[in-house]
């Protein structure tokens, strides 16, 4: 399958999501629910089973929206409709803990 200029980058974040971390996870749903101001996470936290579920869903949907991300990257202008700002707080919470997909193709 392939998903346009940063088919490569896509394919990276892909592959590094079963090599995350509980650290990495944790971490993730730290910056994801940040960036998204995503309160619900506090009615979670009552046991370890809850949270560990908590993070993993938060990290998934942290991939997600990186991989969307990067897929649109070269989409995003400056005054929208999709803009480099929402292009940005989609990928931020994956580069806040895992760093900058390298290889991405901007125009």
């Known amino acids: 399958m392939t998903y346009g200029p940063n088919t490569a980058t896509v ?10 971390t ?3 996870c944790k971490r993730l749903n730290a910056a994801w629910s940040a960036a998204w101001s995503a309160a619900w996470i506090g009615s979670w936290i009552g046991s ?21 991300a990067t897929v649109t990257y070269d989409l995003a202008t400056e ?3 999709y ?6 707080l ?3 919470p994956w580069v806040k803990v895992c760093g ?7 125009p």
């Open 48 to 68: 370890w089973d809850a949270a560990w579920d908590a993070a993993w869903d938060a990290a998934r949907d942290a991939a997600r929206d990186a991989i969307v």
């Open 79 to 81: 005054t929208g409709p």
């Open 22 to 24: 509980e650290d990495e």
């Open 83 to 88: 803009t480099i700002a929402q292009r940005d």
């Open 11 to 20: 394919q990276a974040i892909i592959d590094r999501i079963p090599t995350l």
């Open 100 to 106: 900058m997909p390298d290889g991405l193709v901007t």
């Open 90 to 92: 989609l990928l931020a």
